[in-house]
């Protein structure tokens, strides 16, 4: 038995519910749900860090960079390999490979490593933390770090139970001296007035830790991340540069809202103003929004491609249906 054909009727009532129906699909699809959020490696990069242009927040904009699967941030004193991004604690983990630890000293008389040196415009929304230490090395008497008051070392001190003390007791300076003896008081200088070996300082107090205009031979850099002192001194030590960023406080209102409503949040890359990407319109509200300046400038054209679309197809099935009337009646 041959299956029964569809009536005339059938065809126009199945063509008349798609296009009622299309439009709540092409609305839905007008807007698609953008992401930029992204992988390096195995590390996850998202707000306010991001790789793709508009993405992350303008004040961490051009920071982050993802190459050959390492992440990696740049800033003019140099380049660091991204170690960890905690999100809950706002914190960057940060390698300089020119950076000395307690295994092995790197210095020369032009100064060695990176340091660490912020653009203006990004200091209210980066720094390093107040628990890192940085330990100068070999720096000279004419340095800016003991202008003012050269025979006590002032800006010298420990951070957070970290310093030269400790630090010169590590296996480095024994290969750095060759088993030879090393100069009495390195920590705080020799005799009055002579630089010491090793200058520790926090972040805090010179706001820029620039190696060669500091006029040091090198440098190290620790954190803590626990409030007791790390056993076994500075081989214990946490080794690398620990970051933290901060955001304006309507800045979490603002993302939270972009966020809730199915967009992403990004900047305007010319205002660097916050937007919320909503696919192929941005808004400087959430995407939600329909009185926005922002919104929809390309969202129209979308719209009515949709419905001539849904329109041709309803003429093209009234047609096939006045063709199959007509050959019914053959």
């Not at 029964?4 to 609305?27: D, F, G, H, K, N």
């Not at 698609?32 to 590390?43: A, D, E, K, M, V």
């Not at 209102?253 to 205002?271: I, L």
Request: proline residues 8%.
């Amino acid at each position: 038995m041959a299956p029964a054909r569809p009536s005339p009727a059938a065809l126009l009532l199945a063509l008349c519910s798609v296009a009622v129906a299309s439009p709540a699909a092409a609305a839905a699809a007008n807007v698609p749900i953008t992401t930029c959020r992204s992988f390096c490696g195995n590390i996850t990069v998202d707000y306010p860090f991001a790789l793709r242009p508009g993405c992350g927040h303008a004040g961490l904009r051009d920071l982050l960079f993802c190459i050959n699967g390492a992440l990696m941030l740049h800033l003019p004193s140099g380049s660091y390999r991204v170690l960890d991004v905690d999100y809950a604690y706002r914190g960057l983990t940060l390698h300089d490979p020119a950076m000395s630890d307690c295994r092995a000293l790197d210095r020369s008389p032009r100064g060695r490593g990176n340091g660490f040196v912020l653009e203006p415009w990004r200091e209210p929304f980066l720094a390093v933390d107040p628990d890192n230490v940085f330990l100068l090395l070999g720096c000279r008497a004419t340095s800016p770090l003991f202008q003012g008051f050269p025979d006590r070392h002032l800006p010298c001190r420990n951070v957070s139970g970290m310093g030269c003390e400790d630090y010169l007791g590590c296996p480095a300076w024994d290969d750095y001296y060759d088993g030879g003896r090393r100069p009495s008081g390195a920590a705080y200088g020799a005799a009055a007035g002579a630089p010491p070996e090793c200058c520790a300082v926090p972040w805090g107090a010179i706001r820029a830790v620039n190696v060669s205009r500091l006029e040091c031979e090198g440098y190290s850099s620790a954190y803590s991340l626990a409030p007791v002192r790390a056993a076994g001194g500075a081989a214990g030590w946490a080794y690398g540069i620990r970051a933290s960023w901060a955001l304006p406080e309507a800045n979490r209102g603002f993302c939270g809202a972009c966020r809730a409503t199915g967009g992403a949040c990004g900047h305007d890359m010319e205002s660097h103003a916050d937007l919320c990407l909503c696919g192929d319109w941005n808004s400087t509200s959430n995407c939600d929004s329909s009185a926005d300046a922002a919104a929809r400038s390309a969202a129209p054209r979308p719209r009515a491609a949709a419905a001539a679309l849904r329109w041709a197809v309803l003429a093209s099935g009234l047609a096939s249906m006045w063709w199959y009337a007509s050959m019914s009646k053959l």
